[in-house]
């Protein structure tokens, strides 16, 4: 099967002015200009006028939680609610149409940008679920609220409110539950469409991360079977200490992922060294200590795993870069750079945590949206920690350091989208903090591929895997740096830098994704 592409724009180090390119049974056989692509015309069996339309390599999304990012979509999605009045409005109309015997598991709500200031209460949610189970999750996925249909799954554990409000052991607690209430057809269903919106903007591949606490393991074969259906890559991880059991069951790339070190910041739950802003008396939870990821590390290391963990707050990522230094006393740090772990998030990291990532090799698996969310002086993070909301996410000093950036959504808790990340890391609320528009399109596509240990894909070049997308855009195609202090030279034309759109006049439509040669997804009427 040969497919050519002419007259339009390819992203490509290989040749940044390439025009045209040819794909030949999954794999990229040629790029060049127009005049070159007349001999691959002969014996292609589709050939597309691009018409200017731009073709880069699709995007990997390095953190998902595939089954939750699905139920937002097929049930009932509490992000962007303006309320708390929004909010149970929503739940009452939504739960008006179900059985009295249903459980509603949401997600999105953020009680930061509602004028009442705090989450539901169990009696309120009784009102407006009209009694059903009822569980919804606050944005960061670290803490919640539930009906008290619900309450004698999480009163005995640690972290429940008598206000209905769940976190730590008790949020956990409650999604194990649900684990068991809501079955494996609801969640291939939300499975599929999660996978489905993922391919509709470009992104094909993702990183699933899976842990105990954000759902049952049975969930894993689902998300493989699924993605397999529909031709996207899936790479699983799974966040739990020693469960090597389970990689050769369940295909994983590793033991890393949503293994908590802490919590979030807009839950107060991430592990702070000095109290929270708007609580003084509060530091958060650090739910490892330095040994204990030292161990987990070094147990993996040992077996040629990756080991990854979840890490926010300034006290948690102490505890980490302790914790690799411990491992590397004991394994060395080339075992360590050899085993390539990943951490995810990595908000809060200071200058000497960021130096023991890039000594030990380790990949920073972060989500610029988070900062377009909550950054910025009058945003959440300043709420929560203060001043100290200038050092977080911390993209530009990640990559200074020479540490490997991969971009994800971490959806449900921010939508999935490519170029929506990409442009959040552009265009930092913390200027010393933002990447060019380039280096941030690699770590959302190549840069996944190298968080899972492949170092081949995610860039178009000849004997590559065709897996790329084709966007519309009527944006100028620029070499974009916010970050002023980078030299002038690279937007000049004669440095032979890739172009991409200019993000400050839009976001890209995708029309067609393609994952090793295999179409999986195309815009409705595309091509004419």
Not at 455 to 484: E, F, N, R
Not at 488 to 498: I, N, Y
């Amino acid at each position: 099967m040969r497919t050519l592409l002419t007259n339009g724009s390819v992203y490509s180090p290989a040749d940044p002015h390439a025009t045209a390119i040819a794909f030949d049974d999954g794999v990229v056989t040629w790029l060049g200009d127009d005049t070159g692509a007349s001999s691959y015309a002969d014996g292609a069996d589709e050939v597309i006028d691009l018409d200017g339309k731009l073709v880069t390599p699709a995007f990997v999304d390095a953190h998902v939680h595939t089954a939750g990012a699905g139920a937002v979509l097929t049930g009932l999605d509490l992000a962007g609610t303006t309320s708390l009045t929004d909010a149970l409005d929503r739940l009452a109309a939504f739960a008006a149409n179900l059985p009295e015997d249903a459980v509603i598991d949401s997600a999105g709500w953020d009680e930061t940008a509602w004028p009442e200031g705090r989450p539901p209460t169990v009696e309120e949610l009784d009102r407006a679920g009209g009694g059903r189970r009822v569980y919804l999750s606050r944005i960061d996925g670290h803490s919640g609220v539930i009906s008290s249909a619900l309450v004698p799954v999480a009163k005995d554990q640690e972290g429940y409110d008598e206000t209905g409000r769940v976190e730590r052991s008790a949020n956990h607690a409650v999604r194990d539950a649900l684990g068991d209430l809501i079955g494996p057809d609801q969640r291939r269903q939300d499975i599929e469409a999660a996978l489905k919106a993922m391919a509709a903007k470009g992104i094909g591949a993702f990183h699933e991360m899976a842990a105990p606490h954000i759902g049952p393991l049975w969930e894993l074969p689902i998300v493989r079977e699924t993605a397999e259906q529909l031709g996207l890559a899936a790479t699983l991880y799974w966040g739990e200490p020693g469960a090597f059991e389970h990689l050769g069951t369940y295909g994983l790339a590793g033991l890393a992922g949503d293994l908590n070190a802490d919590g979030a910041l807009g839950s107060r739950t991430a592990a702070l060294r000095e109290p929270y802003a708007d609580r003084a008396d509060h530091r958060g939870h650090a739910y490892l200590t330095a040994e204990q990821i030292a161990e987990h590390v070094i147990a993996c290391t040992e077996r040629n795993v990756q080991a990854g963990f979840h890490c926010i707050g300034d006290q948690a990522l102490d505890n980490i870069a302790r914790g690799f230094e411990l491992a590397a006393e004991k394994v060395g740090v080339q075992a360590l750079v050899a085993a390539r772990h990943r951490l995810e998030h990595v908000e809060m990291a200071d200058e000497a945590t960021i130096a023991t990532l890039a000594r030990c090799g380790v990949v920073a698996s972060v989500q610029p949206r988070f900062d377009a969310l909550w950054g910025g002086p009058d945003g959440m993070y300043a709420e929560r920690v203060g001043d100290r909301w200038r050092g977080m996410n911390p993209f530009g000093s990640l990559a200074r350091a020479g540490v490997v950036l991969a971009f994800g959504s971490d959806a449900p808790v921010t939508e999935v989208g490519g170029w929506e990340a990409v442009r959040a890391a552009a265009f930092h609320h913390e200027q010393s903090e933002r990447i060019t528009v380039r280096a941030a399109f690699q770590a959302h596509t190549r840069g996944g591929w190298r968080a899972a240990g492949i170092d081949d894909a995610g860039v178009l070049a000849p004997s590559t895997a065709a897996t790329y997308a084709i966007w519309q855009s009527d944006a100028d195609l620029v070499v974009q740096t916010p970050d002023t202090r980078v030299a002038a030279w690279s937007t000049d034309p004669r440095a032979g830098v890739p172009v991409l759109p200019d993000l400050t006049q839009g976001t890209p439509t995708c029309l067609r994704t393609t994952v090793g040669g295999r179409v999986v997804y195309e815009a409705e009427g595309w091509p004419t």
